[in-house]
């Protein structure tokens, strides 16, 4: 069999965190992601239910409604937006 590499980003805390885990599982992080891969395969879809909840399901309304509005506030860059929700000051948000 043949394999390929494959990058992805993902954020710092949560690779140490399921590495832990993992770790007591007797996996690596690459065993573990085959091991998902494979379930994809074999559901044919993601292997767990994905639901939202109010907090979540607002977050993606809230998204949706902003695509629609043309005069919805953008930001210029990932470090402004960062800015913004480092900051979480309300006043940010508007231009």
Same mark, same amino acid.
């Given at each position: !069999?043949?394999? =390929? ?6 954020? =710092?805390?949560?690779?140490? $965190? ?5 770790? $007591? ?15 994809? @395969? !074999?559901?044919?879809? @993601? ?7 109010? %907090? %979540? =399901? ?10 629609? #509005? ?7 860059? !990932?470090?402004?937006? $960062? #800015?913004?929700?480092?900051? #979480? ?7």
């Amino acid at each position: !069999m043949s394999t =390929t590499e494959m990058n992805i980003r993902v954020d =710092t805390e949560v690779k140490e $965190k399921v590495e832990q885990i993992f770790q $007591k599982l007797g996996l690596s992080l690459s065993e573990a992601i085959n091991l998902f891969l494979r379930a994809v @395969i !074999m559901e044919n879809g @993601i292997p767990f239910p994905l639901t939202l909840n109010d %907090t %979540t =399901t607002a977050a993606v309304e809230e998204g949706r409604n902003s695509a629609a #509005d043309i005069s919805a506030h953008g930001y210029l860059s !990932m470090d402004e937006l $960062k #800015d913004i929700l480092e900051n #979480d000051d309300e006043s940010l948000c508007v231009r």
